[in-house]
């Protein structure tokens, strides 16, 4: 049973440029929510997204923006980057309308020069 | 809008000792709590949680937490730490009801010296 899978890893934007950050959901699970995770900080709400649509969002600016496709995986594009915007970026599933557990993935870090 | 507070940023404790991590949120209504923990290379993962019924709750690897809801806290616990616990511990919240997002603390970092 495959869990939350991230891609890419690990990349290196120039400020200005923009990224497209993938997810797919733990097998079962529906809902996806991203998470921006500074150095030192805990991870920060970015928006949720269930039936594909964005249901929640948190404090970040129109820059960032993301789309669930119907397989339930999950984008997040964030655009005219900049230094402030390097961080790990964690995509977490969840399946159980009752439990509300996240699942997490491994997160892909963007460094912004 | 939630908020979680996290009160210690970084413990070191030696094994055997008893771990305390304190944990605040601020919302009025009906919440769900979470601890998840990060080991080292490793993704977040849950430790426990709690919905509703007996406050004192207890997760995974010796680990329990208490629900005081006059005091909107909801402390980790642990009576003997082992090396292996050494992580980041992030305390959470979620309001009660539907896909309700979830709200991080800064975090906790554990070491645990042999």
């Known amino acids: 049973d495959a869990g939350v899978t991230q891609s890419p890893t690990h990349l290196i934007k120039t400020r200005g440029q923009q990224v497209t950050l993938r997810c797919s959901p733990k097998?079962?699970?529906?809902?996806v929510s991203w998470y921006q995770q500074a150095l030192g900080q805990g991870p920060q709400f970015i928006f949720q997204?269930?039936?594909?649509?964005?249901?929640q969002r948190g404090n970040f600016p129109d820059r960032f923006s993301g789309h669930q496709f119907p397989n339930y995986s999950s984008e997040l594009n964030v655009n005219a980057l900049l230094l402030g915007d390097s961080a790990l970026y964690l995509c977490?599933?969840?399946?159980?309308?009752?439990?509300?557990?996240?699942?997490f993935g491994e997160g892909s870090r963007l460094t912004v020069l | 809008a939630q908020s979680v507070s996290q009160h210690n940023h970084h413990v070191i404790l030696s094994e055997a000792a008893s771990l305390e991590l304190g944990c605040n949120y601020s919302y009025g209504g009906t919440v769900n709590l979470f601890w998840y923990v990060q080991y080292p290379g490793q993704h977040l993962q849950l430790l426990l949680k709690y919905f509703s019924g007996d406050p004192l709750v207890k997760g995974i690897k010796g680990f329990e937490a208490e629900f005081i809801k006059s005091k909107f806290s909801f402390n980790l616990r642990k009576p003997s730490v082992q090396w292996s616990d050494t992580a980041e511990y992030f305390c959470?919240?979620?309001?009660?009801?539907?896909?309700?997002?979830?709200?991080f603390g800064t975090g906790t970092k554990l070491q645990v010296i042999p």
């Open positions: 959470a919240v979620s309001r009660s009801g539907g896909y309700q997002k979830v709200t």
């Open positions: 097998s079962g699970h529906d809902t």
């Open positions: 977490a599933s969840r399946g159980d309308f009752n439990t509300g557990e996240l699942f």
């Open positions: 997204y269930y039936e594909e649509e964005e249901r």
